[in-house]
């Protein structure tokens, strides 16, 4: 059987892992917040979405977080007229990134936080090794 | 505790680390010739698979630097190497202090 506090560091272990891939696709779309096409009409960026689930581990019989896939954002793009622009359609219009910044800061705080709390099971199960072989030290 | 930004200056400590592995690989055959053949195929055996861990440690650590693994890898690996570390020299001292017992006694 595998020691759970082992099973337990690996777990927070995954759970690091997801969640700097979270960060990292707020990252993106915090940086591309303002990017457009190059043509007129064109796409712009389209924000990303993170979407995690659980994965069973066989070999420690456990459940570990892992990244599902990463997804287009499915709303819709904001207009902004500004004709000048080399994107802006025959109506003047530019599509804008569905990028909300507001969201993303969110989000941003949530993965941070979440990425905390890992950091803190795996604090807790590595003291509570420490704490057992340490007794077999000085008992 | 490790934190992910001084990764790289503990591993880099944890270098260090095959002197260690070296060592107790050389102290388990002494051991083992005092001992039934059993036991001491026990520490040896121990004693490798602290040097194996070791080495995984410090080439996790190495690719880290190198900036091929992430932070969290090297972190693991580095935390894994420690605590076998750890609990090896927490056995072998058992051993050698129930050693010294045996060789204290009056014949």
Known sequence: ?139 | MLDPISAPVRSTAIGTGPDTGLALRGASPAASAETPVDFGSFLAQMAADTANTLRAGEATAIAGINGQVSTQKVVEAVMATEQTLQSAIAIRDKVVSAFLELSRMSI
Do not use: C
């Open chain 1, 1 to 139: 059987m595998q020691d759970p506090l082992q099973t337990a560091l690996r777990i927070g272990a995954s759970g690091l892992e997801a969640q700097s891939r979270r960060l990292r696709v707020v990252t993106e779309n915090l940086a591309n917040a303002q990017s457009t096409g190059k043509t007129p009409g064109s796409d712009p960026y389209t924000r990303k979405v993170v979407t995690f689930e659980n994965e069973l581990d066989e070999a420690m019989d456990a459940n570990v977080v892992k990244v599902a896939s990463i997804e287009r954002h499915r709303s819709p793009y904001r207009l902004e007229h500004n004709p000048g622009h080399p994107a802006a359609d025959q109506n003047g219009y530019v599509k804008m990134p569905n990028v909300d910044i507001m969201a993303e800061v969110a989000d941003m705080h949530e993965a941070n936080r979440s990425y905390e709390a890992n950091l803190q099971v795996i604090k807790q199960a590595r003291e509570m090794i420490s704490m057992t072989i340490d007794m077999m030290r000085n008992g």
